[in-house]
Every structure is written in structure tokens, then in C-alpha cells.
């Protein structure tokens, strides 16, 4: 079926570094996710993307962060600067629409801050 | 607010043996509920999905949840687990068009040959 593509699938930063994580959602996708999911523990929310804006995001989502989607090419969460506190997996997942949808995850992007 | 409870941090059973996976909700109004499912060093896949409708929902590789409203509850059930089954499973809620799913702590199944 339908891919999300997450690159790089590892990244490894030295801390107060900016980092840029890519997302290629599923082509005809109209909402992005990021979520967090620190080592096998639970998948937090991040930050909901539509249309441009950012829709809702949760208290882990920093001022830190930011996400954007230029000209239709990768979603991307960027992290500028780094903390330690930022190592974990982040998943992007991509959506038709919102609530009752099919929701496409990436494999995920392993970010360690050293 | 929205929140998911799964009780049950880990669950092993017997390849063969019956499975129910517990998720609790916390929603006043009508949630959508998912089950995923995710193997090591992959994303989450989808299992099934209900927002109305018969409670009970049929998914993938023989998974099935019933939605009980009276008990907030959405437990994933299978029949015959088979080993390859051995994976985490999250329990979600949405509450509407515009709101992300949030994820239960999940459930790590463990199925011993």
C-alpha cells in the first residue's frame, strides 16, 4: 500500500545543533503528524498540519520546534536547538482527511542527541 | 480532553490460545477509536477502526474490537494467535476531524511457541 517515507532513518547531533527531519507523506495526503515515541515507551503527539498551519500541537511540541511543508515537498520537523531530551524516534504519519481516517505511519527517524 | 488507558503493560500467551488486549477510553462525546500494531524499529500499522456502527469491528489477520460505550471500552481480540503476532499494540482515540489520534501506552504481546 501507500508509503510514508522518513529520511534520514537515523540521525546523530551534537546537542544545541539544529536538526531538520524530512517526511514524504502519501501523495494524495492532506493532513501530517509528528509524534515522539522515546525508546519503546508511548507515542506522544506532536503537532497536527493542514493546509499550511499548524492545526493542534501538545505541550512537548517546544518553541523549539517548528514544522512546515514548502511548495508540497517534504513535511519537515525542524529542532533548533537541540536538547538532550530530544533523543527519541519521531514518527511522521500522514491522513485523507482527519477523526475517522486512515492514518499512514513512517518506520520512523532515530534522533540522538550527544 | 481525550485520554487511552491500556491497563495491561505487557501479555503473554501460547501460539494457539485465545488474546484479548485491553483499551479503555476517556471521551465524553462519540470518539473514533483505532488499534495499531507496531514490530521492532517500524512504524505503526493499522489494525482496525470504528466510529459507528456494530461494536464489534473486524481488522486485519483475524483481529476483531468491540466498542462498549456503557464500559468506554475497545478491547482487540483474536481468535488463534500465531507467533508471528508478537509485537506492541497501541489503542488510539480521535475526537473529531481536526484532532490527531492520541495513543495508550501500548501493550507488548509476547506469543511463546
Known amino acids: 500500500g501507500p508509503k510514508v517515507l522518513q529520511i534520514p532513518s537515523h540521525q546523530i547531533i551534537d546537542m544545541g545543533q539544529m536538526v531538520t527531519l524530512n517526511c514524504d507523506p502519501v501523495?494524495?495526503?492532506?493532513?501530517f503528524y509528528w509524534y515522539k515515541q522515546i525508546l519503546g515507551q508511548q507515542m506522544e503527539f506532536l503537532v497536527n498540519f493542514y493546509n499550511g498551519k499548524v492545526m493542534e500541537k501538545s505541550k512537548l511540541f517546544k518553541d523549539q520546534f517548528s514544522v512546515e511543508r514548502p511548495d508540497g515537498s517534504y513535511f519537515t520537523l525542524k529542532i533548533q536547538p537541540t536538547a538532550l531530551e530530544d533523543s527519541a524516534v519521531y514518527f511522521c504519519?500522514?491522513?485523507?482527511?482527519?477523526?475517522?481516517?486512515?492514518?499512514?505511519f513512517g518506520s520512523g527517524t532515530r534522533l540522538l542527541v550527544i | 480532553a481525550q485520554s487511552v488507558t491500556q491497563p495491561d503493560a505487557r501479555v503473554t500467551v501460547s501460539e494457539g490460545a485465545s488474546l484479548q488486549l485491553r483499551c479503555k477510553y476517556s471521551y465524553s462525546g462519540t470518539p473514533y477509536l483505532f488499534w495499531y500494531v507496531q514490530y521492532p524499529r517500524q512504524g505503526l500499522q493499522l489494525l482496525l477502526k470504528?466510529?459507528?456502527?456494530?461494536?464489534v469491528v473486524q481488522g486485519v489477520n483475524g483481529f476483531e474490537a468491540e466498542f462498549s460505550k456503557s464500559n468506554s471500552s475497545f478491547h482487540l481480540r483474536k481468535a488463534s494467535v500465531h507467533w508471528s503476532d508478537s509485537a506492541v499494540y497501541f489503542c488510539a482515540l480521535s475526537r473529531n476531524n481536526n484532532n490527531a489520534p492520541r495513543f495508550g501506552a501500548g501493550t507488548k504481546l509476547t506469543v511463546k511457541p
Open positions: 501523495s494524495n495526503h492532506l493532513y
Open positions: 470504528y466510529y459507528s456502527g456494530d461494536p
Open positions: 504519519a500522514s491522513s485523507l482527511v482527519g477523526g475517522n481516517s486512515d492514518y499512514t
